[in-house]
């Protein structure tokens, strides 16, 4: 079954316009509807929305042509195809209604047949047209909604990540001190990339790329017992905020647990090593902390400190949990030693350490020792503590 056309007819003759609308009887899929006063004729046609408006030239008060441009003006309007219908048959005024935005011209009145196949004709491609409209507006509103929906993924996504990264970093960080936590150790360990070294340098038993300086705080628990746990928790915020003054960009600063701190450095030498361990140490014990109260606190840490990768003078390497566990064993011995001091464990040779050891009740193969060959241990200067 044929779509519905409606067409509508204007002309200001009531005679001229039934006759028009009898002549379009006998096609049934048109449905015709007419206005013989002109000047309601936009207001009805965008109530009808006509596919074809069949449009009379000479009418009062208002001409077909001053219909015709107010029919094109209005963007409601403006795919409706208009047929002028007239006596007239001169070529300006032909020229003047196309000109104007008609879409055909017949001589008043044409034959039925002819008059019902032009109208079908524009109906059809007015139809057609407006079809292929709602279609691409259809599109567009699909498009937009598309474009709109992904860009709420795309929100919902960053959101994630943003609440992912913030639970991460969460998880990492230490709440007190705002450092890192010991779980950042652990990722920080998996994502390092294993360090090699020439067989120059293994000969040479050069220090690795990476240092480990582990320290804890001497006498902790006094201060939490004499003065209160709101008074060690400033201390050790106050150390953290001197590590990160005391360390480059590209240190990793970590709290490890309760008054136990670990300081990680990139990139350094020997000589480096050194230097990173004594800043360390120092930056915790050279100046009295200034605590809320105003009390002030002279506050000591002693610390243990080993290159990473660890070559013995064999050519073998230690993993870097068994290099922070030279740390480890080095900062007990400076606990032993008195306190407010460091030590390094490097590779080299120190006939001395096995006796050394034995004196402080420390099993020397904690430090992978036989008969003193393969380490050494590098001791940092303290200071005591103002009494």
């Given amino acids: 079954m044929d779509e ?14 039934e006759a028009v609308r009898a002549m379009l009887a006998d096609a049934p899929e048109l449905e015709v509807s007419g206005i013989s006063d002109p000047s309601g004729a936009i207001a009805l046609a965008r109530e009808l929305r006509p596919h074809v408006v069949l449009l ?23 795919d409706v195809s208009v047929v002028m219908l007239s006596a007239a048959e001169e070529p300006e005024t032909k020229v003047e209604a196309f000109r104007r935005g008609a879409n055909d011209y017949l001589v008043k009145l044409p034959s039925a047949l002819e008059l019902i196949a032009r109208v079908r004709y524009h109906a059809r491609a007015a139809a057609s047209a407006g079809a292929r409209e709602a279609a691409f ?38 709440a007190l ?49 004499r003065y209160g746990h709101e008074i060690g928790d400033a201390v050790l915020v106050e150390v ?74 064999d050519g073998s390497q230690l993993s870097r949990d068994q290099t922070l566990n030279l740390a480890d064993v080095a900062l007990y011995l400076s606990k032993l030693e008195g306190r407010n001091r460091g030590f390094g464990v490097f590779p080299g040779v120190d006939p001395d350490v096995v006796a050394r050891f034995n004196d402080q009740g420390v099993d020397p193969q904690s430090l992978r020792l036989e008969n003193g060959k393969g ?13």
């Fill in 4 to 17: 519905t056309l409606r067409v509508l007819i204007v002309d200001d003759q009531p005679i001229i316009l």
């Fill in 56 to 78: 009379d030239l000479n009418m009062e008060p208002v001409d077909g042509l001053e219909v015709l441009s107010g029919l094109r003006a209005d963007p409601d309007l403006t």
């Fill in 137 to 174: 507006q259809a599109m567009l509103e699909s498009r937009a909604a598309l474009e709109l929906r992904n860009r709420q993924v795309e929100s919902q996504k960053s959101q994630l990540e943003l609440m992912n990264r913030e639970l991460t970093e969460a998880s990492l960080t230490d």
């Fill in 177 to 225: 001190t705002g450092l890192r936590n010991r779980r950042y150790l652990k990722f920080f360990l998996e994502q390092a990339p294993q360090l090699a070294q020439p067989n120059s340098e293994r000969r040479h038993r050069a220090p690795g790329h990476f240092t480990f300086c582990l320290f804890d705080l001497d006498h902790f628990k006094q201060i939490n017992d």
């Fill in 240 to 313: 953290a905020r001197r590590l990160r003054q005391n360390t480059r960009d590209n240190d990793s600063v970590m709290r490890w647990g309760g008054e136990e701190f670990l300081v990680v450095g990139h990139g350094y030498d020997y000589d480096g090593a050194r230097e990173l361990a004594y800043r360390v140490l120092h930056s915790v014990s050279d100046q009295p902390m200034r605590l809320p109260g105003g009390l002030s606190l002279r506050v000591t840490c002693s610390l243990g400190f080993s290159p990473l990768p660890w070559i013995g003078s």
């Fill in 375 to 387: 380490v050494q241990l590098v001791a940092l200067p303290g200071h005591e503590p103002e009494a």
